[in-house]
Structure formats: C-alpha cells, structure tokens
C-alpha cells in the first residue's frame, strides 16, 4: 500500500474511451463504431480503421471523479482531470487535460490525441486528478483503478476476451449447469469477467463454433456470437444494478470496473434524454419501487441488442444465406 504525505481522494476514479477517430493526410477523419471499442475489456482497437494510413487518431475520453474533488473549502486548490497515455516501447508520454461538463460536477471530459509513429503496439491510458496541496502545485491526488489499452494494430478491442467463453457438456458438467441441459449457452455475470458456458451437448453447437468463412455455419457462427454478447450485455446490467452501492442520502453510486462501465454505456439507450447520474437514480427507482421496472426491460434489450449489433449481424446473416441459395440454383 502506497503512503503518501498528503491528504488524497477516497473513492473511486473512472475513465471511459467514448469514441474514436483517425485522420491520414489529405483525407476525412475517420469515426471508429462502436465495435472499436470494448468497455468490458477497456481497449480500443484503432487496427479496425478503414484508413490504412492513418497518422493521427483522436480519442474522446470521459472520466468520473469523487464529488469530494470540488467541494469548496477542502484541503485541495487548483483540481485538474488530466488524461494520460504513456508507452514504455516508444518511450512515449501524451497528456490531456478534460474539463468539468458541469461547474463543480463528477463528470468531465476531452480529447486526447497521437501520433501514429508514437506508439509501437500498445499504449496505457489512464486518468490522474491533480491538484495543488498544501502550497505545493502538481500533486497527484487520485487516479483511475482501471487503465484503458490503445491497440494501434488490432482490429478487435480486447486484451484477452470481450467475455469468456466455456465448452462445457451441461449434462456432465456442474450440477448447476445440470438444470439448463436443453439450453444453447448460459451466461454467469457473478465473476470478474463474464463467462459464457457453451453446451456441447446441444445439436450441431460444436460444429457451429468450430466453422469459419461465409458459409451458411459462418454465417450462423457469427449471429450466434452477436446474440452471446446481447445476453451478456443483458446479464452484467441487471447483475450491476442489482448490486449497487447507495449512499446515505439513497443516492445509487456506479460499481467499480467493467460493471460501472456497461453500465455508462447502456444506461444513455435504457433512459435516453437524462444524464448518466439520473439516469442511474431513475433505474434504481424503478427497480426497488412498486412500478416501472417491468416497462424498463425492452430498454435494455433494445440497448444490449444495440451495442452487440445484433441487427446487423442477423441482416449480414440473412442477406448470406439468400446469396448462398441463389448460388446453388444456378
């Protein structure tokens, strides 16, 4: 455990990658979807870029800090929320400052850019809250628990898995899993990751994992993997928001890691028109209150389906298979 001769902040700091974008000369920027990005691993894939030849890239970075940070009269002066991303290949060190979205506010917000040439392979991206204490400008009073990685190669954002994934015969396997033996795959949000259990017992599941290609079992491969990531995007936002920690004037608080972050970025679909704070609040409502949760879930599947991009998946998938049939006929 780290001491530090100075008073620092308690609670959590939160860093969210909101988009991406890269510019090559003479050229457009280039917006990066959302498959660029995964909130539950924390990368950003800039390798999934159209343009080859990118020389910059543009992060939009947002970060949530402890309300103590700005409350007047404590013991810090000067707070600045600076974005940081180093690479020790490149020996490479860029910062950005964000600024508050609201005078005195959790949430701030800003750009962050580089260089293409400044990083080798993979950059760290972290948030520092700094401040002068006690005379001394500079000092670093809290930062974020959970970096972000920058792959500049990569075209998939992860650092192992989006979720995991298990091959398990569930008439064999544990008992629990024992009582889902006519099920596809379950998915189990308790852990630090999430865990998708495949049942190899089902008809044709093996084969459909192990194929490759534009064949219709491709095709089929690739909306199943779509739909997987639906139900864990279902899964981890009621296991989080069902686990909240509340405050003692009963204000919801967001969960550490990859539970608060699934849940920024699904909550804006679920209750759109709010903030990420009211919005919390209202879910929270709805869920220990008498009415409302009930009405809430086509939100959440509507918004699960939306960050799995499970509609166009099925629509790649279906103009596949027609493509295929007019193949055999002719």
């Given at each position: 455990m780290k001491m530090f001769p100075y008073p620092r902040l308690r609670g959590a700091v939160s860093l969210r990658v909101d988009s991406a974008k890269v510019k090559a000369p003479e050229q457009p920027r280039e917006q990066l979807d959302s498959r660029a990005r995964s909130v539950v691993e924390r990368v950003v894939a800039l390798g999934q870029a159209e343009t080859d030849d990118w020389e910059t890239a543009t992060l939009t970075i947002s970060a949530t800090i402890p309300t103590k940070a700005t409350v007047p009269g404590g013991p810090?002066?000067?707070?600045?929320?600076?974005?940081?991303?180093?690479?020790?290949?490149?020996?490479?060190?860029?910062?950005?400052?964000?600024?508050?979205?609201?005078?005195?506010?959790?949430?701030?917000?800003?750009?962050?850019?580089?260089?293409?040439?400044?990083?080798?392979?993979?950059?760290?991206?972290?948030?520092?809250?700094?401040?002068?204490?006690?005379?001394?400008?500079?000092?670093?009073?809290?930062?974020?628990?959970?970096?972000?990685?920058?792959?500049?190669?990569?075209?998939?954002?992860?650092?192992?898995?989006?979720?995991?994934?298990?091959?398990?015969?569930?008439?064999?396997?544990?008992?629990?899993?024992?009582?889902?033996?006519d099920a596809p795959w379950i998915v189990n949000a308790s852990g630090t990751l999430p865990t998708v259990h495949i049942n190899t017992d089902f008809e044709g599941m093996t084969d459909i994992l192990a194929a490759e290609g534009r064949g219709s079992e491709g095709l089929i491969n690739e909306l199943m993997v779509s739909q997987m990531a639906a139900d864990v995007w279902i899964a981890v936002f009621h296991s989080a928001i069902g686990d909240l920690e509340i405050?003692?004037?009963?204000?919801?608080?967001?969960?550490?890691?990859?539970?608060?972050?699934?849940?920024?970025?699904?909550?804006?679909?679920?209750?759109?028109?709010?903030?990420?704070?009211?919005?919390?609040?209202?879910?929270?409502?709805?869920?220990?209150?008498?009415?409302?949760?009930?009405?809430?879930?086509?939100?959440?599947?509507?918004?699960?389906?939306?960050?799995?991009?499970?509609p166009k998946a099925l629509s790649e998938t279906v103009r596949g298979l027609e493509k295929l049939k007019r193949e055999d006929e002719a």
């Open positions: 810090w002066a000067d707070v600045a929320v600076v974005a940081l991303l180093t690479d020790r290949a490149t020996n490479t060190r860029i910062t950005s400052r964000l600024a508050p979205e609201a005078e005195g506010g959790r949430e701030w917000r800003g750009e962050l850019q580089l260089l293409r040439s400044d990083v080798f392979d993979r950059a760290t991206l972290t948030v520092q809250v700094v401040a002068t204490v006690d005379g001394v400008p500079g000092r670093i009073i809290g930062e974020a628990a959970d970096d972000w990685i920058v792959d500049v190669q990569s075209d998939t954002p992860t650092r192992e898995q989006s979720f995991d994934i298990k091959e398990v015969a569930f008439a064999r396997g544990p008992r629990w899993l024992q009582n889902f033996t405050e003692d004037d009963g204000t919801p608080l967001f969960p550490h890691g990859w539970q608060g972050e699934v849940l920024r970025e699904l909550l804006p679909d679920v209750m759109p028109d709010r903030t990420l704070e009211d919005a919390l609040r209202e879910v929270h409502r709805r869920r220990v209150g008498a009415t409302g949760w009930t009405e809430l879930q086509p939100r959440v599947q509507y918004a699960a389906m939306r960050r799995a991009e499970v």
